[in-house]
């Protein structure tokens, strides 16, 4: 495996990167974590992307993490020592798409020796929860899943998914390794409410809770609790540290990152199925990173008898908005010092433990050893 950090992520250090894997005898795939703030469009990256012609996957990401520091602008590429076998799903909006039957089409054989698929979204598509479904629905527990959603922190829709045919908007990119990997998931964060029955839902916005408006069941018991208040124009930095938990039977609630209203409804990062139960949850500092360390003892445990060579990171570009100045603890927690830690903090993550559903995260703490 070979590891390069560009802070400078101009177009032209993609392609000078990109280029020095072309001929890297040992690199057989490519892997490549970029920020937002490299201002990557198609137009001044996708004939690079085009030229590169080892397999290619990855995505674009509010930050990437690189050791134990962040950054908001540069790119991460991983030159990777195994064949990956990668496959690009766009318009996984659309209601007609059957993932079922693309995923059968675009790996239509799974051998015994693969291992690992990595998968990366636009985080902003509105079926990735019907795409998750259906990769387990193909896949099940027979191999670990690790990603998550790409895009902007300024909940714009922009091209944001990277793979030998350019950048692009609402799709998937998959890729599908022979690897051994360890997943481990958790996310701190607790209950400070009854469960409250989802309603009415459209996709990821919430209508009503207990057949109540969602945003003033949401505000009262929140203003309630946090001793602020809300305003049109400050929403988020309160609703950031109340999330929503998914009841889930058997293991830990799922988190949805409550991001804005729509009226008295809430617009959140991922969808919230009508007659789920969800209740309302806060953390503080000691249970993110109480957390974190969770993870990596999970993902250590999942390896087994395998040597890890390298972690990747795929955590909550929120939880850098909670802990702020304080981030680089969590990125400690995570970080076992004797291996290379790399990764991306992203609009929601994907991953399971190797023993549960898999599931799109919100606000959680993900940490592949690989």
Same mark, same amino acid.
């Given at each position: 495996?070979?590891?390069?950090?560009?802070?400078?992520?101009?177009?032209?250090?993609?392609?000078?990167?990109?280029?020095?894997?072309?001929?890297?005898? !040992?690199?057989?795939?490519?892997?490549?974590?970029?920020?937002? #703030?490299? /201002?990557?469009?198609?137009?001044?990256?996708?004939?690079?992307?085009?030229?590169?012609?080892?397999?290619?996957? $990855? $995505?674009?990401?509010? +930050?990437?993490?690189?050791?134990?520091?962040?950054?908001?602008? /540069?790119?991460?590429?991983? /030159?990777?020592?195994?064949?990956?076998?990668?496959?690009?799903? !766009?318009?996984?909006?659309?209601?007609?798409?059957?993932?079922?039957?693309?995923?059968?089409?675009?790996?239509?054989?799974?051998?015994?020796?693969?291992?690992?698929?990595?998968?990366?979204?636009?985080?902003?598509?509105?079926?990735?929860?019907?795409?998750?479904?259906?990769?387990?629905?193909?896949?099940?527990? !027979?191999?670990?899943?690790? @990603? /998550?959603?790409?895009?902007?922190?300024?909940?714009?829709?922009?091209?944001?998914?990277?793979?030998?045919?350019?950048?692009?908007?609402?799709?998937?990119?998959?890729?599908?390794?022979?690897?051994?990997? @360890?997943?481990?998931?958790?996310?701190?964060?607790?209950?400070?409410?009854?469960?409250?029955?989802?309603?009415?839902?459209?996709?990821?916005?919430?209508?009503?809770?207990?057949?109540?408006?969602?945003?003033?069941?949401?505000?009262?018991?929140?203003?309630?609790?946090? @001793? +602020?208040?809300?305003?049109?124009?400050?929403?988020?930095?309160?609703?950031?540290?109340?999330?929503? $938990?998914?009841?889930?039977?058997?293991?830990?609630?799922?988190?949805?990152?409550?991001?804005?209203?729509?009226?008295?409804?809430?617009?959140?990062? $991922?969808?919230?199925?009508?007659?789920?139960?969800?209740?309302?949850?806060? @953390?503080?500092?000691?249970? =993110?990173?109480?957390?974190?360390?969770?993870?990596?003892?999970?993902?250590?445990?999942?390896?087994?008898?395998?040597?890890?060579?390298?972690?990747?990171?795929?955590?909550?570009?929120?939880?850098?908005?909670?802990?702020?100045?304080?981030?680089?603890?969590?990125? !400690?927690?995570?970080?076992?010092?004797?291996?290379?830690?790399?990764?991306?903090?992203?609009?929601? #993550?994907?991953?399971?433990?190797?023993?549960?559903? =898999?599931?799109?995260?919100?606000?959680?703490?993900?940490?592949?050893?690989?």
């Amino acid at each position: 495996m070979r590891i390069v950090f560009e802070q400078d992520g101009s177009p032209q250090a993609l392609a000078r990167v990109l280029a020095q894997f072309e001929i890297d005898v !040992e690199v057989e795939g490519i892997l490549i974590l970029a920020c937002d #703030e490299n /201002g990557y469009t198609p137009a001044n990256v996708d004939a690079i992307l085009r030229s590169t012609h080892k397999p290619l996957f $990855g $995505g674009v990401f509010p +930050q990437i993490v690189h050791g134990q520091a962040h950054h908001s602008r /540069g790119f991460i590429a991983l /030159g990777l020592c195994a064949l990956p076998r990668v496959a690009l799903i !766009e318009d996984i909006s659309h209601a007609d798409k059957d993932f079922d039957e693309i995923l059968a089409d675009v790996f239509p054989k799974i051998d015994a020796q693969a291992k690992t698929l990595f998968v990366f979204v636009d985080g902003f598509a509105s079926r990735i929860n019907a795409l998750i479904d259906g990769l387990f629905n193909s896949f099940g527990l !027979e191999i670990n899943y690790l @990603g /998550g959603g790409c895009g902007s922190l300024s909940l714009k829709a922009k091209p944001c998914i990277i793979s030998n045919k350019g950048l692009m908007q609402d799709g998937a990119v998959l890729a599908l390794l022979d690897l051994p990997s @360890g997943i481990g998931v958790a996310h701190g964060w607790l209950p400070i409410s009854d469960a409250y029955k989802v309603t009415e839902s459209s996709g990821n916005i919430i209508h009503s809770l207990d057949w109540q408006p969602a945003y003033q069941v949401y505000r009262n018991l929140v203003e309630a609790h946090s @001793g +602020q208040q809300f305003r049109p124009d400050h929403f988020f930095p309160i609703a950031k540290a109340y999330p929503f $938990g998914i009841t889930k039977l058997g293991t830990e609630m799922i988190v949805r990152d409550p991001l804005m209203t729509l009226g008295d409804s809430l617009v959140c990062v $991922g969808e919230v199925p009508q007659g789920a139960y969800v209740r309302i949850l806060n @953390g503080d500092k000691s249970s =993110l990173l109480a957390a974190a360390a969770q993870a990596r003892g999970m993902a250590s445990t999942a390896m087994d008898t395998h040597p890890a060579h390298m972690q990747i990171c795929i955590d909550c570009i929120s939880r850098v908005l909670f802990l702020e100045d304080q981030f680089h603890l969590e990125l !400690e927690a995570l970080q076992d010092v004797a291996l290379p830690m790399f990764g991306a903090l992203t609009i929601g #993550e994907i991953a399971n433990s190797g023993r549960e559903y =898999l599931e799109f995260y919100n606000k959680t703490a993900v940490l592949g050893l690989i």
